[in-house]
Structures are given as structure tokens and as C-alpha cells.
């Protein structure tokens, strides 16, 4: 019986893991982005704040080689910020603070024909608080000016 009632116990703890976040704008959260690789890293000025973008498979496979104008379709970039701070040892150097937000831009150049072939999604803090926001067409409003650059304001970083 006790066995019986164990199992009980563990299969409900492992059935109550910790539910995705609603989607953002129709997207959901990629489940795997903790484990991309970084293409690329970015400060503001104007917000303070810190950026690591990373990238699905298909998008570091673009960036190690080049083919960026336009990005593929499959290419997932992610973006993730965090306010600055200072290192508590070493004042002169910014590290990450508080998480802002996270976002996402998804190339699909059919699906997302009418923002450049981008869908657009954002997660707000700690809790994963979806922005809706009109499909994107904000994000979009903004990424106008990197049209030169398949609307993606992200250099990938040199690398040898």
C-alpha cells in the first residue's frame, strides 16, 4: 500500500511541472531557448539595459555563415534583457540585473507576410507576462528601419 501511495505522491508532483506561459501575439515560448547559442550581445543607452540575442539551430547556422540578408525561413531569434547593474566586485564592469523581458522574432515570410516576414512576441519579468499587441504591427513599426537588413537590428558578433 505504501508503495501504491508513493507513486501516487511522485507522479502527481511531476504532473504539476510549472505550466508554459500563454502566448504572446499567437506565438508560444520556444521551449529550448535557455540552450541557444548567442549570436550577438547589445547595450542601450537609452534604457540601460543589457542583451544577449541568441538563436535557434537555423538561425546560428545563418549567422556562422553569412546568409543573414535575408534570414531563412525557421530562423528564430531570441532576445533576452535585463536591466544594468554593476558587478558588486568590480564596480566598472555591467553585468545583468533585473530580467525586463524576453522576446522572439519567428521568420516565417508567408505567415508573417504583412510585418516583413517576422512574427513578433514578448514575455514581460520573472513571470513570462505575454504582450499582445496587435499581431506585432508595433514591433514591426520599429524594425521599418533595419529594412535593409531583413528588418533585424542584430549583428551577428565576429568571430575567427
Request: glycine share 8%; hydrophobic share 40%; with cysteine.
Amino acid at each position: 500500500m505504501t508503495k501504491y501511495l508513493l507513486l501516487a505522491v511522485l507522479t502527481g508532483f511531476f504532473t504539476q511541472a510549472k505550466a508554459a506561459p500563454a502566448p504572446s501575439n499567437g506565438i508560444d515560448l520556444p521551449r529550448t531557448y535557455k540552450n541557444w547559442r548567442v549570436i550577438g550581445v547589445s547595450h542601450r543607452d537609452d534604457n540601460q539595459s543589457l542583451r544577449a540575442i541568441t538563436g535557434n539551430a537555423t538561425a546560428i547556422q545563418a549567422a556562422r555563415k553569412g546568409k543573414t540578408d535575408p534570414w531563412p525561413d525557421g530562423t528564430i531569434l531570441g532576445k533576452l534583457v535585463w536591466k544594468d547593474s554593476r558587478h558588486p566586485q568590480w564596480q566598472p564592469a555591467l553585468v545583468p540585473g533585473e530580467l525586463v523581458h524576453i522576446e522572439f522574432m519567428v521568420k516565417d515570410s508567408k505567415k508573417y507576410a504583412a510585418t516583413g516576414g517576422w512574427g513578433f512576441a514578448r514575455w514581460r519579468g520573472m513571470k513570462l507576462e505575454p504582450l499582445n499587441n496587435d499581431g506585432g504591427k508595433p514591433c514591426f513599426e520599429c524594425h521599418k528601419a533595419a529594412a535593409s537588413t531583413d528588418h533585424v537590428f542584430t549583428r551577428p558578433a565576429p568571430l575567427p
